[in-house]
């Protein structure tokens, strides 16, 4: 399938337009504090650094580790990856993240409560309801991530999506490496923690988010490791062969994090190995 052509207005297209328009107006919401705008920016910066230092350095560390280690998907690079691009857009994505979870942090600093906690005491829920609870809200997110990818790749749509797949062969760097819009459809869950009804136990949150970033890092390095490969889909988690196919071919193997979604709707190619359809599909 050919990726859909975006419509052009000037030399910006429309996308791209809009892209800007979701950063100035996440950026803007902040004046809307009721409380304290002041608060809410400090807690944007800090909320970025908290983001994106790590997601940097994490893909830095990964790269290197990918250089060393596991087996090149697609074959030897016939140029470098363009890694200070997929790093940009990675950080860009980072700040769209940051300017939503400026809102919990921004109250949990003014001293309301928010829907993360670390202690579950006194909260009148069990652990065993908060653990269910929060892992039947990874796989509802999960299927939504899932569908907001295809939703993507329609040719309405697929001009916020494309950046992603500038990148054939991705390294670590280009694990967060999306638009501004797709950013938002990403990370709006982050939302959530506002709400004191809507319980987080923060080890197991932070847990849950820390190894989400990892399995992205993985997903994108570029290299297979065969015991992660063999590992990762006994509990219904996408490979670093799975998702490099995604980037190879672009039509298919949508899922994000489990590939139960591409399963269940027949977006998985089935008939060989994820790691040779990738080499198949590489550019040369
Ligand atoms: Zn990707
Ligand atoms: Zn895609």
């Given at each position: 399938?050919?990726?859909?052509?975006?419509?052009?207005?000037?030399?910006?297209?429309?996308?791209?337009?809009?892209?800007?328009?979701?950063?100035?107006?996440?950026?803007?919401?902040?004046?809307?504090?009721?409380?304290?705008?002041?608060?809410?920016?400090?807690?944007?910066?800090?909320?970025?650094?908290?983001?994106?230092?790590?997601?940097?350095?994490?893909?830095?560390?990964?790269?290197?580790?990918?250089?060393?280690?596991?087996?090149?998907?697609?074959?030897?690079?016939?140029?470098?990856?363009?890694?200070?691009?997929?790093?940009?857009?990675?950080?860009?994505?980072?700040?769209?993240?940051?300017?939503?979870?400026?809102?919990?942090?921004?109250?949990?600093?003014?001293?309301?409560?928010?829907?993360?906690?670390?202690?579950?005491?006194?909260?009148?829920?069990?652990?065993?309801?908060?653990?269910?609870?929060?892992?039947?809200?990874?796989?509802?997110?999960?299927?939504?991530?899932?569908?907001?990818?295809?939703?993507?790749?329609?040719?309405?749509?697929?001009?916020?999506?494309?950046?992603?797949?500038?990148?054939?062969?991705?390294?670590?760097?280009?694990?967060?490496?999306?638009?501004?819009?797709e950013a938002l459809l990403t990370f709006w869950p982050i939302l959530f923690l506002c709400m004191p009804e809507?319980?987080?136990?923060?080890?197991?949150?932070?847990?849950?988010?820390?190894?989400?970033?990892?399995?992205?890092?993985?997903?994108?390095?570029?290299?297979?490791?065969?015991?992660?490969?063999?590992?990762?889909?006994?509990?219904?988690?996408?490979?670093?062969?799975?998702?490099?196919?995604?980037?190879?071919?672009?039509?298919?193997?949508?899922?994000?994090?489990?590939?139960?979604?591409?399963?269940?709707?027949?977006?998985?190619?089935?008939?060989?190995?994820?790691?040779?359809?990738?080499?198949?599909?590489?550019?040369?």
């Open positions: 399938m050919r990726a859909p052509s975006p419509a052009h207005a000037g030399r910006w297209t429309i996308h791209e337009i809009i892209d800007a328009a979701v950063l100035v107006a996440l950026t803007a919401a902040g004046l809307l504090h009721r409380e304290s705008p002041g608060t809410w920016y400090s807690s944007l910066v800090v909320s970025f650094a908290v983001l994106a230092v790590p997601v940097l350095s994490g893909a830095a560390i990964v790269t290197w580790l990918s250089g060393r280690f596991g087996t090149r998907i697609q074959g030897q690079r016939s140029k470098p990856a363009p890694m200070a691009r997929e790093a940009f857009e990675s950080a860009r994505a980072m700040y769209v993240a940051a300017c939503l979870a400026a809102w919990p942090l921004t109250a949990w600093r003014l001293g309301h409560p928010t829907g993360l906690v670390w202690d579950l005491d006194g909260h009148g829920v069990s652990m065993t309801r908060v653990v269910v609870q929060t892992l039947v809200g990874v796989v509802v997110i999960d299927a939504w991530l899932y569908w907001k990818h295809r939703l993507l790749h329609t040719r309405l749509l697929f001009g916020f999506h494309k950046s992603h797949h500038v990148f054939r062969d991705p390294t670590a760097f280009a694990g967060f490496a999306v638009a501004p819009v809507a319980l987080h136990w923060a080890p197991l949150y932070f847990g849950l988010v820390v190894g989400f970033v990892n399995l992205n890092f993985y997903l994108h390095c570029g290299v297979t490791l065969s015991w992660v490969e063999k590992t990762l889909p006994r509990v219904f988690l996408n490979t670093s062969a799975f998702h490099n196919v995604h980037h190879a071919r672009a039509n298919t193997h949508f899922g994000e994090a489990l590939y139960l979604w591409d399963v269940l709707c027949g977006t998985r190619i089935t008939g060989q190995p994820a790691q040779e359809t990738a080499a198949e599909s590489a550019p040369v």
